[in-house]
């Protein structure tokens, strides 16, 4: 479904692959707009067993069983929950946000991770060089004379240049080893509060325990050691885990310089392909190719109930919303519904797929996050927790407005060349 210039390495080995894949899979390659892909057989749905473990081949990462997964909504859940778990760290706290902003939130974040080291825990913070870059020094300093390691990911300097656009847009949280954290939510002020006005962002988290958080801590340390060199090892940060519930967890990881495969795009297209009753899709930044919607298309060909929530009037970065709206013809056409939320920036980053499966994490539904960023999602296979996700999917909705194909059709020349002249430039913003 993606272009992966990146990732292509020589004639010969292109071919190879090509062949292999069509002789496994009993497709045929062919090409769109220049590049090519495969035509497989469909899916086996995801309840089925053949899904796992294609699921478990194409993520590169197991379907772990045991585990408990809260899900947590807005700034009054989240951040409470958060700076509860490192209030209890007694031996290690690593922490990698892409966004750490001066401010109330940061401040009450800083506080609580600086008397943690002050306390003997060894706490190790990640921070993305341009994410991170409105950071309070005070709140900097403050961490770092309390005896925080602070790294940061990818800072411009003239030998690094050609990283500049790599970031890592994960944003994880493990205390001692035993307790994760993870979604989309910035350490920053417009997430407070409960999504009740435009000042306070709309955003989920999920709080994880069980045998899945050590591949949550893996995630951060695989960047860690990227910024700094250095790697962890003992129980302080992987202990013995025990089952803690029955949520089955495939922590999922997706960068350029990690497995050389855009792991988190090939699982969100087998699910879509796999889908036989829903997908519902709410992301901040929907931006799918031709191939992904091509997908979508064709799962609402074959009956699939497609609903994709996406932010409306407010929304932090007017490019992806003017270039997204481009993308929405052949969808609405083909009876997709597209809904924009209307109280606040929606910032969620969320799916699930038939009321089984889910996926909640970092990665927005572009090419950015897909190709060029260090990403980590949650795909929890667990009809109890699709459940609860799809009771916030629908809350969301009814604060919503449904977007029409004869609006968008009617949308105003600008518009039009606005999406068109932006889109190329999209993915480096």
Same mark, same amino acid.
């Given at each position: 479904?993606?272009?992966?210039?990146?990732?292509?390495?020589?004639?010969?080995?292109?071919?190879?692959?090509?062949?292999?894949?069509?002789?496994?899979?009993?497709?045929?390659?062919?090409?769109?707009?220049?590049?090519?892909?495969?035509?497989?057989?469909?899916?086996?749905?995801?309840?089925?067993?053949?899904?796992?473990? &294609?699921? =478990?081949?194409?993520?590169?990462?197991? %379907?772990?069983?045991?585990?408990?997964?809260?899900?947590?909504?807005?700034?009054?859940? %989240?951040?409470? /929950?958060?700076?509860?778990?490192?209030?209890?760290? !007694?031996?290690?706290?690593?922490?990698? /946000?892409?966004? +750490?902003?001066?401010?109330?939130?940061?401040?009450?974040?800083?506080?609580?991770?600086?008397?943690?080291?002050?306390?003997?825990?060894?706490?190790? *913070?990640?921070?993305?060089?341009?994410?991170? !870059?409105?950071?309070?020094? $005070?709140?900097?300093? $403050?961490? =770092?004379?309390?005896?925080? $390691?602070?790294?940061? +990911?990818?800072?411009?300097?003239?030998?690094?240049?050609?990283?500049?656009?790599?970031?890592?847009?994960?944003? %994880?949280?493990?205390?001692?080893?035993?307790?994760?954290?993870?979604?989309?939510?910035?350490?920053?002020?417009?997430?407070?509060?409960? &999504?009740?006005?435009?000042?306070?962002?709309?955003?989920?988290?999920?709080?994880? /325990?069980?045998?899945?958080?050590?591949?949550?801590?893996?995630?951060?340390?695989?960047?860690?050691?990227?910024?700094?060199?250095?790697?962890?090892?003992?129980?302080?940060? #992987?202990?013995?885990?025990?089952?803690?519930?029955?949520?089955? *967890?495939?922590?999922?990881?997706?960068?350029?310089?990690?497995?050389?495969?855009?792991?988190?795009?090939?699982?969100?297209?087998?699910? %879509?392909?796999?889908?036989?009753?829903?997908? #519902?899709?709410?992301?901040?930044?929907?931006?799918?190719?031709?191939?992904?919607?091509?997908?979508?298309? &064709?799962?609402?060909?074959?009956?699939?109930?497609?609903?994709?929530?996406?932010?409306?009037?407010?929304?932090?970065?007017?490019? *992806?919303? &003017?270039?997204?709206?481009?993308?929405?013809?052949?969808?609405?056409?083909?009876?997709?519904?597209?809904?924009?939320?209307?109280?606040?920036?929606?910032?969620?980053?969320?799916?699930? *797929?038939?009321?089984?499966?889910?996926?909640?994490?970092?990665?927005?539904?572009?090419?950015?996050?897909?190709?060029?960023?260090?990403?980590?999602?949650?795909?929890?296979?667990? !009809?109890?927790?699709?459940?609860?996700?799809?009771?916030?999917? +629908?809350?969301?909705?009814?604060?919503?407005?449904?977007?029409?194909?004869? =609006?968008?059709?009617?949308?105003?020349?600008?518009?039009?060349?606005?999406?068109?002249?932006?889109?190329?430039?999209?993915?480096?913003?």
């Amino acid at each position: 479904m993606l272009h992966f210039p990146r990732y292509q390495n020589t004639a010969l080995a292109r071919g190879l692959m090509i062949l292999l894949a069509c002789l496994a899979a009993g497709g045929c390659a062919h090409r769109v707009d220049g590049r090519l892909h495969y035509v497989t057989p469909a899916p086996a749905g995801v309840h089925a067993p053949e899904f796992r473990r &294609a699921a =478990e081949a194409l993520g590169q990462a197991e %379907i772990i069983d045991g585990n408990q997964v809260e899900l947590l909504q807005n700034g009054d859940e %989240i951040f409470p /929950t958060m700076l509860r778990a490192i209030a209890q760290a !007694r031996h290690t706290i690593n922490f990698e /946000t892409y966004i +750490f902003w001066s401010g109330k939130v940061a401040q009450r974040f800083a506080d609580a991770l600086a008397e943690r080291a002050r306390a003997g825990v060894q706490v190790n *913070v990640l921070l993305d060089a341009v994410g991170s !870059r409105k950071i309070s020094p $005070q709140q900097l300093a $403050q961490m =770092e004379a309390a005896g925080c $390691q602070v790294a940061w +990911f990818h800072p411009a300097r003239l030998r690094t240049m050609g990283r500049l656009n790599d970031r890592t847009h994960r944003r %994880i949280l493990v205390v001692d080893g035993r307790v994760g954290f993870t979604g989309s939510v910035g350490i920053a002020d417009p997430w407070r509060g409960r &999504a009740q006005s435009p000042d306070h962002w709309r955003d989920t988290q999920v709080r994880v /325990t069980g045998p899945a958080v050590a591949r949550m801590q893996a995630a951060f340390a695989e960047d860690w050691q990227e910024a700094t060199g250095r790697v962890f090892a003992g129980d302080a940060y #992987y202990p013995p885990l025990s089952r803690t519930a029955d949520h089955p *967890v495939q922590v999922v990881k997706s960068s350029p310089a990690g497995s050389g495969a855009p792991t988190i795009r090939m699982l969100f297209d087998l699910a %879509i392909r796999s889908a036989r009753q829903s997908i #519902y899709i709410a992301n901040s930044y929907f931006l799918p190719d031709r191939l992904a919607t091509q997908e979508l298309v &064709a799962a609402r060909r074959r009956g699939v109930e497609v609903k994709i929530l996406v932010p409306g009037r407010w929304i932090d970065v007017g490019v *992806v919303q &003017a270039v997204s709206r481009e993308s929405y013809g052949p969808l609405l056409a083909a009876g997709v519904e597209i809904y924009e939320y209307q109280p606040t920036m929606m910032h969620v980053k969320a799916m699930v *797929v038939d009321g089984v499966w889910s996926s909640i994490g970092s990665a927005n539904f572009d090419n950015r996050s897909f190709a060029i960023n260090n990403e980590m999602n949650l795909n929890v296979y667990s !009809r109890d927790f699709a459940i609860e996700l799809e009771g916030a999917f +629908f809350a969301d909705l009814a604060e919503s407005r449904p977007v029409t194909a004869g =609006e968008w059709l009617k949308r105003s020349a600008w518009q039009r060349l606005k999406g068109a002249v932006l889109a190329p430039i999209e993915a480096y913003l």
